[in-house]
């Protein structure tokens, strides 16, 4: 039968005719959700708890994570999710330009950041809105502040990335992932791409390559953040491993 929403205490939240609950301020209130009566289904209820964290508290990244549940669209380059977000203490685990990779203990997520002037190590916390960057969570910062410290990053193992890792990743769930791939390293550092299968891979940080390892085999260590509209998985790499007995050709 036809789906109603309700939520006892508005003040605390909100909910529309879809189920799309609104934060109004912290504190806990309960959402009931009722299925009308039809001729073949008796009527049902179900209900949750619903708990508001005050939007000037600090987040970890999983919490910053599960907000973007359900509203992330791999079809679409931005749309903001949430605003007002304070991102807590956060390590800078890869940078290039203004996409910057965070980690903390709950989790590894994307921030984007124009003139940032940060490094990798550096403990910061941020201040801003979460939005959706073709099926990724991504967090704009309005504020950057430093904490001073500078922590040693560890980035666990990768995730193997082939050919069918890569389409998978295009065409389902999308994340930031530390990984591994192997290909054939850009002939040049305005030449971007490597060739993973019928994929391909575009590194951003090229600078990151030696000059006498340019157009060699390497196995690959990077962060993946996302798949572009251009065809191409997305990354900032931490190391690489060329193989010297296979030159460019």
């Known amino acids: 039968g036809r789906i109603t929403f309700s939520v006892d205490d508005a003040t605390i939240a ?8 609104l934060g109004v301020k912290a504190g806990t209130c309960t959402v009931t959700v009722t299925a009308e009566e039809t001729t073949n289904y008796k009527s049902a209820t179900k209900t949750c708890s619903v708990t508001v964290t005050d939007p000037s508290s600090t987040m970890t990244i999983a919490q910053v994570l599960a907000l973007a549940e359900g509203k ?16 807590a203490p956060v390590t ?17 997520m994307l921030a984007y950041k124009n003139n940032n002037g940060l490094a990798v190590g550096k403990e910061v916390e941020m201040t801003g809105k979460l939005q959706n960057y073709y099926g990724v969570a991504e967090f704009v910062p309005d504020s950057i502040t430093e904490t001073g410290k500078t922590n040693e990053v560890t980035h666990g193992t990768p995730a ?17 992932k530390f990984v591994k791939f192997s290909g054939s ?15 391909k891979v575009r590194i951003y940080n090229t600078d990151a390559i030696a000059d006498a390892d340019l157009g060699k085999q390497a196995d690959v260590l990077a962060y993946a953040y996302g798949y572009h509209s251009g ?19």
């Open 14 to 21: 909100t909910i529309d005719e879809d189920g799309m609950v």
């Open 72 to 87: 992330l669209d791999n079809a679409v380059g931005n749309g903001d999710i949430q605003s007002g977000i304070t991102l």
């Open 92 to 108: 800078v685990a890869a940078i290039f330009g203004s996409s910057i990779i965070l980690k903390d203990d709950t989790g590894v």
């Open 160 to 176: 193997v990335f082939d050919e069918a890792a890569i389409s998978a990743y295009q065409n389902g769930v999308r994340s930031v």
């Open 185 to 199: 390293l850009p002939t040049s550092k305005s030449s971007a791409y490597v060739n993973v299968g019928t994929q």
């Open 231 to 249: 065809g191409y998985l997305q990354v900032i790499v931490t190391s690489y491993e060329a193989n010297a007995s296979a030159p460019f050709l």
